[in-house]
């Protein structure tokens, strides 16, 4: 049997790059179903309806973009095989959660973020500080990021339309996985953040959802 050599850095850098540029400008593809397709079926919405659901799934479309941009940042330069390992997985599952929410936007009539480069961008300067700070402070920026975003998309929950049982079958189904992967980084080792970088973070986050819930 035949093993792969090793990328080199340039090799990592490359394929860093190249992901972050079908994150931001591809149709991404899941890998598994969406579970909207397993969701109930309900009358159309009403155009008040349909808007808030897409509004809300831009801003939960946001959050998957820059769920790439960090995971991608941290396994770019931790220098732990294991631990870049781990962090390519769990980018690759948030892949479906990207598609989900992309398509699910689709459907409803609205659009992406347009300012969808510019969260990329900013969510990779921001995980390769989490990185160069060391390993275990990066998976406690992981911990901490899952569990904003699952407390996120628990809010989500109860401002989605009732009559839209397709977006919140996604939400619901996103919501169980970042709280599994904010378990798994913890238990690889993370360190707890100060409450002061804790506080800034959800500031940003709160920055975020504003402004990607109109643009």
């Known amino acids: 049997m035949t093993t792969r050599p090793a990328l080199t850095p340039l090799d990592q850098l490359l394929a860093s790059l190249d992901h972050g540029l079908r994150t931001v400008f591809a149709s991404p593809q899941a890998a598994r179903p969406c579970p909207a397709s397993k969701a109930e079926a309900a009358s159309p919405l009403q155009p008040e309806q349909a808007k808030l659901s897409a509004a809300l799934m831009r801003v939960n479309h946001v959050g998957e973009v820059c769920a790439q ?55 990779f300067a921001i995980g390769s500080l989490a990185a160069l700070a060391g390993d275990r402070h990066s998976l406690g920026f992981v911990v901490e990021t899952e569990s904003q975003v699952e407390q996120h998309l628990a809010t989500h929950l109860d401002r989605l339309p009732a009559e839209d049982h397709a977006s919140r079958a996604i939400v619901a189904q ?28 959800r500031l940003s986050a709160k920055i975020m959802t504003r402004t990607a819930h109109h643009i």
């Open 69 to 123: 941009a960090l995971y991608q940042s941290q396994a770019l330069l931790t220098r732990n095989a294991e631990l870049r390992s781990h962090f390519q997985q769990a980018a690759k599952e948030e892949v479906d959660h990207l598609a989900w929410t992309h398509q699910r936007i689709a459907e409803l009539g609205g659009h992406i973020s347009y300012l969808t480069p510019l969260w990329y961008g900013g969510a």
């Open 174 to 201: 996103m919501k169980l996985e970042e709280a599994r992967h904010a378990e798994e980084a913890l238990a690889a080792g993370a360190q707890t953040l100060p409450s002061p970088v804790k506080g800034l973070m």
